[in-house]
């Protein structure tokens, strides 16, 4: 039986000297926030190689491996991805932890392997500069070949590749995200806060900054931040509703008193 193609690294190169990114990460968290950052570049390397899958039940099931609780994992991750340790962005559309050096590292690691197979969704960088140098004449090594696992040459089963198409649709109806908010976490496209003005034009702003405060001091990570904001819009609505609706009430039970006053006479 054949053996399957390696895809992850045995190791990985880790500087002596860390940049201010990963600095600021051990200056909040302490020895905690660095080890859970290096345990985040094994899981990447180690696994897919460029990236790695981050839902909760994966934050989940890391948290326990590390003996950490998974609030403090969360908030370590939120701070690295705010601070660029990993792309925001990518995280915010595919739930993924990668980002340009990572992607660099790892394709510099494999360009003398057989064959690569990439997901082009989620590159930041142009894989193909790292292959130009590979010697075809080497008896150890042919021509390297990326092979997208959306191509027709991919063995994944037509089901999932429906369903990736799908996905792919619903993302390509969302521009690209803008930050906003006092920490610029909240993430909107152009389209997103244009509906938020029309919608919700005297309180849309208020439930923007609610939110960048909110994830900035509890770690919480939303999906869709557009949604979460619809939703406590559309909650105060409907608060504010039933609250008309009581006063409405408490009115008319006023003016059947003054009727029957009146009848009294």
């Known amino acids: 039986m054949a053996r399957p193609a390696k895809v992850g690294l045995d190791y990985f190169p880790l500087d002596c000297v860390l940049d201010d990114k990963i600095e600021l990460i051990e200056a909040e968290f302490g020895l905690t926030g660095f080890a859970v950052v290096v345990k985040l570049f094994q899981k990447i390397y180690g696994e897919q190689g460029y990236y790695c899958e981050w839902t909760k039940e994966v934050a989940l099931l890391f948290a326990r491996k590390c003996g950490v609780g998974g609030n403090v994992v969360s908030e370590i991750v939120s701070s690295a991805l705010k601070r660029g340790i990993f792309n925001n962005d990518l ?22 392997r057989k064959q690569i197979e990439v997901k082009n969704e989620y590159l930041l960088i142009k894989v193909a500069q790292f292959l130009e140098n590979t010697d075809n004449n080497s008896d150890n090594v042919d021509i390297n070949s990326i092979n997208d696992v959306k191509s027709t040459q991919s063995k994944v089963k037509e089901s999932k590749v429906k369903e990736s198409k799908v996905k792919e649709r619903k993302r390509s109806c969302r521009s690209a995200l803008s930050a906003y908010g006092s920490f610029n976490n909240v993430l909107l496209s152009d389209n997103e806060l244009e509906q938020l003005k029309q919608r919700y034009p005297n309180s849309y ?12 001091s509890s770690g919480t990570v939303y999906k869709n931040h557009f949604a979460k904001i619809v939703e406590w819009l559309n909650k105060d609505k409907d608060e504010q509703k039933a609250i008309e609706n009581k006063a409405i009430k408490s009115y008319d039970l006023d003016e059947l008193d003054k009727i029957d006053t009146l009848d009294n006479f």
Do not use: H, P
Request: proline share 0%; glycine share 2%.
């Open 91 to 112: 995280f915010n559309r595919y739930e993924i932890l990668t980002s340009r050096g990572i992607q660099k590292r790892y394709f510099e690691a494999v360009s003398r």
């Open 205 to 216: 702003k208020d439930k923007i900054e609610r939110l960048s405060v909110y994830m900035e």
